[in-house]
């Protein structure tokens, strides 16, 4: 199955506080799982990305955690912030023909 | 070293009209992915192609749609007869040669196509 859910569809963090998105997938030939964060009218830019035999992957203020037993992963934004208000998009590499599977996004509102 | 670059970046196409999006991949690399993005969704791979040929298509509307990669010059998608339901941002994507893991992985800013 070629699918990748995500979770919340909307997200509302007070400046300073954590953000947290969830994702679960089911197809265990993903090999690669990415973040990327989309601003209206832009593509997507990765932000951050994971591969299956790594359980944490920290980068500034942007971390991924990654359990490979319960098919999921999250991103975490510590000290979020008015600018990190955009949508985020998890997704998953199928290594069988390098198309990313995308989840349904999250619009993250950071309030100052 | 630019980036993906996608042209134009909005498309406004009476119902019934051919639409063609183009993309240039970054500089040395030879995959490129098409995707679309329907408002307030997440994207979906349409196909995926190399020099000349349709690795993947099976995200593709099995009409009116076609893509292509030729030798010289960008891939196009091109949607013909388009539909008020073709309204969507398409999202080009390139990477580098070989099978690299999802590295290099990277999107252009898109063609916004109205349709009419």
């Known amino acids: 199955q070629q699918q990748v859910k995500q979770s919340p569809q909307s997200l509302i963090v007070q400046k300073g506080g954590i953000s947290i998105i969830n994702c679960a997938y089911e197809?265990?030939?993903?090999?690669?799982f990415p973040w990327y964060q989309q601003f209206p009218g832009k593509g997507p830019a990765l932000l951050i990305a994971?591969?299956?035999?790594?359980s944490e992957k920290k980068e500034g203020r942007f971390t991924i955690s990654f359990n490979k037993s319960a098919k999921q992963f999250s991103l975490h934004i510590m000290d979020s912030q008015p600018g990190d208000s955009a949508t985020y998009f998890c997704?998953?590499?199928?290594?069988?023909?390098?198309?990313?599977?995308f989840g349904q996004g999250t619009e993250l509102s950071v309030k100052p | 070293n630019a980036g993906v670059m996608q042209n134009p970046r909005h498309l406004v196409r009476r119902r019934g009209q051919e639409a063609r999006l183009r993309c240039s991949p970054m500089?040395?690399?030879?995959?490129v992915y098409w995707y679309r993005q329907l408002p307030e969704e997440g994207l979906k791979f349409m196909v995926y192609?190399?020099?000349?040929?349709?690795?993947?298509e099976s995200g593709m509307p099995k009409e009116r749609f076609s893509a292509e990669f030729p030798k010289e010059g960008p891939s196009i998608l091109r949607i013909q007869q388009v539909v008020r339901g073709d309204s969507a941002a398409y999202f080009c994507?390139?990477?580098?040669?070989?099978?690299?893991?999802?590295?290099?992985?990277?999107f252009g800013s898109g063609t916004r196509l109205t349709v009419v």
């Open positions: 994507a390139s990477s580098p040669p070989g099978n690299t893991g999802g590295r290099g992985y990277t």
């Open positions: 197809n265990t030939a993903f090999d690669y």
């Open positions: 994971i591969r299956p035999d790594v």
């Open positions: 997704a998953a590499l199928d290594n069988q023909g390098g198309k990313l599977i």
């Open positions: 500089k040395g690399h030879s995959h």
């Open positions: 192609l190399q020099k000349e040929n349709i690795i993947d």
